[in-house]
């Protein structure tokens, strides 16, 4: 009948000393990819072929984790490097992270998109929380999330190819495919048998659980294809020498291991 008493912080004091900038810096552009629920073990080059070979390129970080079991805790620690019981002083002081007053202070174009929303958990109220409203994106007018993800992509093409170019940018994509129930085209089955319709709420995961999680992999193939476009364009346009692209997921997912 142990009782554990957490103590939740309602005023902060962030950041603790002023930041300070080097008055060389390079404004390099930004491209921050997270994928719902993307486990590490997804970056494979059966699985996800164009961001295992943009990662033998790239700097793979191994040994970093998440900051929670879920997408607020998770996203919470990536934005603002602290540990997730903060989040509820940030929220009542809707406080966002110094990275976006950095950010802000030089100038750059932004552009936040997901395929789900903001709202739910309360990413308005905190991380986005002083940015303008006009650079926040919410848009999944498909049923299915793989479609959205691709709408999006085209959108972020879109605004990099309209942007003040005298300027630096950055793009912050949330993916929905690889979030349960899992979504993809056909063309993305890569892993066979599936299940093909499935509900958390009514399935007994124990019994179908390799099923499930094949299900899953197709899904990470798909947004796999979504980053190989980006990775693309930014090739293509020159862009990838001026610009830092952060992959990554808010958390893993399990299949009853």
Not at 85 to 109: C, H, I, K, S, T
Not at 128 to 137: D, Q, T
Not at 166 to 183: A, G, T, V
Request: include cysteine; hydrophobic fraction near 35%.
């Amino acid at each position: 009948e142990a009782r554990i008493r957490v103590h939740v912080p309602k005023s902060v004091t962030y950041p603790l000393k002023p930041i300070i900038q080097s008055s060389e810096h390079t404004n390099y552009n930004i491209i921050w990819l997270v994928g719902e629920s993307l486990r590490f073990d997804m970056l494979d080059p059966n699985i996800m072929p164009h961001t295992w070979r943009f990662s033998q390129e790239a700097l793979n970080f191994r040994h970093h984790y998440s900051s929670g079991n879920g997408t607020r805790m998770a996203m919470f620690g990536m934005f603002y490097g602290l540990y997730a019981n903060y989040w509820w002083g940030f929220l009542d002081q809707e406080r966002g992270p110094v990275l976006f007053d950095v950010l802000l202070a030089n100038d750059y174009q932004l552009c936040m998109m997901t395929s789900s929303n903001f709202k739910y958990p309360e990413f308005m109220d905190t991380m986005f929380a002083g940015l303008p409203k006009n650079v926040i994106h919410e848009d999944n007018p498909f049923p299915e999330a793989w479609q959205n993800d691709r709408r999006n992509v085209g959108r972020l093409m879109d605004f990099m190819s309209e942007r003040d170019r005298r300027r630096p940018f950055m793009i912050f994509m949330f993916f929905e495919s690889p979030h349960s129930r899992y979504y993809f085209p056909p063309e993305c089955a890569v892993a066979k048998p599936y299940l093909e319709d499935f509900n958390y709420t009514t399935t007994d995961v124990t019994k179908v659980a390799p099923l499930i999680r094949n299900r899953y992999i197709n899904s990470c193939n798909h947004l796999d294809s979504q980053i190989g476009r980006l990775i693309d364009y930014l090739k293509d346009t020159g862009l990838l020498e001026s610009t830092i692209v952060v992959i990554t997921g808010d958390h893993g997912e399990e299949f009853m291991e």
